[in-house]
């Protein structure tokens, strides 16, 4: 079992649609999670932390649910630009940060 | 500029040939990471070094070297390519793991023929 699974996609949703993702890990003493975003044939970037609480940051919430041992990305009114695979990165005891494989998203007019 | 810089962008090389991939940045971090990306796999850990006298193995470092050259530089050498080393390589630094932020170069693709 992969230690961080995402569902591979492609999720495609038209413009101004809100397009959620899920990602769950199978380390339960896993310390730290975050949502990175990777553009075509680019580097990944940090889009976000995940806290305890939920978060939001403009159109984007991410949840935490350690009970079940997944956290989730919601994009309300998606954009053109949103477009990119999205990556879903733990961090594990250890300082170990594991990433997987990432969620495919295309946003079209 | 970029923060991170990887040299080459791009190579092409043939099984058995050394290939070395270069890594600098000017962000003033102690940490340095090499990992590589494959299609459905996700990025994955080569080796880390935590400052110049540090080197770490990563869960993929066979058939790979690296050298801390200075706190700025960090290569990664395949002593002998294989086909299955074709990926996109990346490199990061980070102020420390704790963040979750790493600070990638923009990649370099090796294809070994």
């Known amino acids: 079992r992969k230690e961080v699974e995402q569902d591979p996609g492609p999720f495609n949703v038209p413009e101004g649609a809100t397009v959620a993702f899920n990602c769950t890990y199978s380390?339960?003493?896993?310390?730290?999670f975050f949502w990175y975003r990777q553009d075509c044939r680019k580097e990944p970037k940090l889009l976000m932390s995940?806290?305890?609480s939920g978060n939001e940051d403009g159109r984007f919430t991410a949840q935490l649910n350690r009970a079940s041992q997944y956290i989730s990305l919601l994009i309300r009114d998606s954009k053109l630009s949103d477009s990119a695979t999205y990556l879903c990165?733990?961090?594990?005891?250890?300082?170990?940060?594991?990433f997987g494989a990432g969620t495919i998203l295309r946003v079209k007019s | 500029d970029a923060d991170v810089t990887q040299t080459p962008r791009n190579r092409i090389t043939k099984t058995g040939k050394r290939i070395m991939l270069e890594c600098s940045q000017t962000?003033?971090?102690?940490?340095m990471y090499w990992y590589r990306q494959d299609p459905g796999l996700g990025l994955r850990l080569i080796y880390y070094?935590?400052?110049?006298?540090?080197?770490n193995k990563g869960e993929i470092s066979d058939g790979y070297s690296v050298s801390r050259q200075a706190q700025a530089k960090f290569s990664l050498s395949l002593e002998s390519a294989i086909p299955n080393q074709t990926a996109l390589y990346f490199c990061a630094t980070s102020r420390g793991p704790e963040t979750g932020e790493l600070f990638f170069g923009e990649g370099s693709r090796l294809t070994v023929l």
């Open positions: 990165v733990v961090l594990e005891y250890g300082n170990k940060l594991v």
């Open positions: 962000k003033g971090h102690d940490r």
């Open positions: 070094s935590f400052d110049v006298k540090d080197i």
């Open positions: 995940v806290y305890s």
């Open positions: 380390n339960s003493a896993s310390q730290s």
